[in-house]
């Protein structure tokens, strides 16, 4: 018996969900963090936690974080009678970061995973910039749905007038986006491109927010991985095609590489945020069609159907 499709509902994304993917971490963060240094007593920590009316912070010493400490750390201070301890010896070293200018996504994913109820900020010299809790990634998340909203309203028009203008046998339009191994400052940008075109457009944001969860996905495969690479989008009157051709490695065992969390990135890659091995399932998730194909040593080509 062959297995059923997935259903249209089952691969429906959120606008919250492509919201994460399209902002980055700077634009949630709080950038005025309150810092306290590792020699600081936990009786005065407990003060300046009173204070600012916050739950934590980072741990800095002569400009660089060396740790964090949490209102639970306190409890544990306070509840062993260590008043005089220093914040040193209670905080937890070498804590989890996130980066400013990685997608929001990756830190929500981290909080989900890790359990957090913060992360420090760094920039890629590893200077703190800012502080991330799950507050900040609502907030943030409201404002850009407004704005959202308001752009939308303002170009949108209806794609089904301009295939009803169009006589001809077949009509699409096709949209094309260049891709550069390496260009972490551009990752996401072709699929940000692709989904205010579609927005523009006027196809359904639930269409559109698989297309940009699945591009983006794509486009950060051929940075990380490939030597360059294209995406082709055609948009036609009763689905949206897309194709991501590479120049790369290729991929040796594409059934291997379909297995979540599989990753062959290298550990720089992953230091900078990405290469968590999620990407090729995200794609086939959103998508209702799905083929790849590679070949060791040429390059991989990618082919996404989704159905309007």
């Not at 991330?132 to 404002?143: F, S």
């Not at 407004?146 to 209806?158: D, K, P, S, T």
């Amino acid at each position: 018996m062959s297995e059923r499709p997935p259903s249209a509902e089952s691969k429906d994304v959120t606008k919250l969900r492509e919201l994460a993917y399209d902002l980055k971490v700077e634009q949630a963060m709080t950038t005025n963090v309150v810092v306290v240094p590792p020699e600081m007593p936990i009786s005065e920590f407990r003060e300046v936690l009173r204070v600012h009316r916050i739950s934590g912070t980072p741990v800095v010493e002569r400009g660089r974080l060396v740790g964090i400490i949490s209102t639970e750390d306190l409890i544990k201070a306070l509840a062993a009678g260590e008043l005089t301890a220093k914040v040193g010896e209670k905080m937890t070293p070498q804590p989890v970061t996130v980066y400013a200018d990685e997608p929001l996504i990756h830190a929500v994913s981290k909080f989900s995973s890790l359990g957090y109820g913060r992360f420090p900020v760094v920039n890629r010299q590893g200077d703190l910039v800012g502080i991330l809790v799950e507050g900040d990634i609502v907030r943030a998340l409201l404002r850009r749905l407004e704005v959202a909203y308001h752009e939308e309203e303002i170009h949108r028009y209806r794609a089904s007038h301009i295939f009803e203008d169009i006589i001809a046998d077949r009509i699409a339009i096709t949209l094309r986006y260049d891709v550069i191994h390496g260009d972490f400052a551009r990752a996401g940008e072709a699929s940000s491109k692709l989904k205010k075109t579609l927005t523009r457009l006027g196809i359904d944001p639930r269409i559109v927010r698989r297309v940009a969860i699945a591009t983006y996905e794509a486009e950060m495969n051929v940075i990380i991985y490939a030597d360059k690479g294209e995406i082709i989008a055609e948009v036609q009157p009763t689905r949206i095609r897309i194709r991501v051709v590479d120049r790369g490695p290729g991929i040796a065992d594409i059934e291997q590489a379909m297995q979540p969390g599989f990753s062959t990135a290298p550990d720089w890659v992953r230091e900078l945020g990405f290469g968590a091995g999620m990407g090729l399932p995200n794609i086939q998730s959103c998508a209702d069609e799905m083929k790849l194909e590679s070949k060791p040593g040429e390059g991989t080509r990618l082919e996404i159907v989704i159905n309007l």
